[in-house]
């Protein structure tokens, strides 16, 4: 069994889509096992986005990232770190067929409607800097 860690950014709050996102999840077999609804603060953004920090575009990331609060999300399925992101679609919106979560709901690039985490190794980095042992329930 994987766990994965998804943000459902502040666009799908924006667009309520935080349930619909969510029930394709449990749909396909995905089973919460932390959730948190939180304001992102700046010193987590930039611990969590700092493979970016030294491009131009990281300030933009920092003000939509802020904008609303988002949702977090620990799932767990076999295989969940690559069917996750088979499902969510390609980072860029634009570029994502019609059927995935960002193909249907995204706008472009940053507006994607949910990160997820891409490597095994990420996801248990991620869901540390997310959850605390206690606030998981495998």
Known sequence: METTLVILKPDCMEKGLAGTIIRRFEEVGFRIIG???ILLGEDLLKEHYAHLLHLPFFPEILTFMQSKPVIILALAKEGAILEMRNLLG???????PK???RGDYGTDKMRNIAHASDTVESAQVELKRFFGVEELFF
């Open 99 to 101: 059927g995935t979560i």
């Open 90 to 96: 390609p980072t860029d919106s634009a570029l994502a």
């Open 35 to 37: 959730c948190k609804m």
